[in-house]
């Protein structure tokens, strides 16, 4: 029963946050890329949609981060790490070159998808080749050894 109520609850969780990006505009690539265009037609609704994001998230970060289980009684697990490295800020830009260049980010794509648009499909298909490219590397570089990851010098 445990284990239906976390599903239902997580399902509840991507329904919502389905339905606020296709009322917010967000799925489609032109109103992002309007709000990438500084230089011409500038589309500031996604910094509004984006301030109340962040300012949402602040809440129930600061929330989660007093409790030890969520409301449905899974453990929490919040990030420990609070460093930038490297692979931070390269996956940060290869995350804004691809926003940039499709007008998708993984889950406004996942929505246009299910929306059956084809631009979202080739945007998924490679966010999954991406990801298991990651995967392929993060595993060579595990058996590797510690100390030998790529860019690092003896």
């Known amino acids: 029963m445990k284990g239906a109520t976390l599903a ?13 990006l296709v009322v917010s505009g967000m799925v489609n690539p032109a109103k992002v890329l309007g709000f990438l265009d500084l230089a011409g037609a500038w589309d500031p609704s996604l910094a509004l949609v984006m301030a109340g994001a962040v300012a949402i998230a602040a809440v129930a970060f600061a929330l989660a981060g007093k409790r030890t289980t969520t409301l449905l009684g899974a453990p929490m697990t919040l990030p420990a790490r609070r460093t930038l490295d490297r692979r931070l800020v390269v996956g940060s830009l290869v995350f804004g070159i691809g926003w940039g260049l499709a007008g ?10 299910g929306a059956g648009k084809l631009k979202a499909l080739v945007f998924v298909l490679a966010m999954i080749a991406g ?24």
């Open 131 to 154: 990801m298991l490219a990651f995967e392929l590397l993060e595993r060579t570089q595990a058996a590797a050894g510690p100390g030998q990851e790529s860019g690092q010098r003896s």
């Open 8 to 20: 239902a609850g997580a399902f509840v969780a991507g329904l919502t946050f389905g339905v606020g």
């Open 104 to 113: 998708f980010c993984p889950g406004p794509a996942v929505v246009a998808l």
